[in-house]
């Protein structure tokens, strides 16, 4: 005889195998909102789609409260087509290492369908709530970076996609610029006339050292790609680099965009690509009772920072209290990614009593 656990555990695991096997790359997004549609509206009536693809929902309280988002993604980052999940006999789900196993952000979402089925089937009371999947978020967050304002009502909200393990909760996120720099020399025949050539690689490095990539006060800076020059026997005259600055702190990125700026003058163009502000939740008492939720479940909590950026980021500046969840996924972004039953279980009791939590403000 299986325990209520073990049935519960099957399902969540037969739910999540399900969504990873349907291909969601950024950008390709829409057989993941047609499914969802089918799973989330005997849940949560009709779901909305805005322009970027972003998917909501929404259900009435069926008490008075502010209104709460739970959010997560339904892009995965590549490789990530055709993935084949297993539960191996670890008790751990891994894809068959051709691909990344889609955990994030496919267990944000099964623990927030389980949680919605427990809210039904319980009929248990709760304010009114929003439920949010994204697209894009792998690509630069780019579809909650198109949530238009006033589209979601929220006032509160947690997204259940961080790193770690639950009962951690992030408090903040770190924004970013990307940037391209073309540099332009001049060419020239490199065995005739190399004096007549202006070596754009030279022009390069000397921007490089002059802005070095690394750890700054408050901030990282890197060049992630450079490309250039055509043969071995031409003085090459352009190189593009690219790359970003992050910091938790919006103005350390405009202080180190204008010293990128000033340092590659008269050596490159910049154009400035992708990148997100920053957000810091400073509402202790969010914070707090997002914390006695997991006290409440007899989990230990941990408010940390997140050292990169997720949906929240943008969530934040359209004026919602929100906070990153860990999910307890691993090594995500690879083949070896893998996650356990058991922490979308234990997410879904998390995101139902967070749903049935009474909020005061
Ligand atoms: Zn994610």
Redesign the pocket.
Known sequence: METPDQVKLKEITDCFCSLVRIDSPSGSEEAMRIRLCELLEPLAGKGETDEAGNLKFKLPGTRSGPICLFSS?MDTVEPGRGITPRLDSDGQIRSDGSTVLGA??KDGITALIFALRRLQEEKAPHGPLEILFTAG??NSLSGSARLVPGWLKAQFGWVF?GPGMPGTVYRNGVGKIGFTITVTGKAAHAGLAPEKGINAMMLAAEGLRGFPPGRRENATVNYGSISGGQADNIVPEKVVLTGEIRSRCTSRIEELRSELEQVWKGTGSICYGKGYPAYEQTDEHFLRQTQAVFTAAGMPSEIKDFSAG?DANHLAHLGIKVCLLAMGRSD?HTRAESTRPEYMLTMSDIAFRLMTSEWKY
Do not use: L
């Open positions: 993604h994030d952000d978020e792998e996609d997720c995500n």
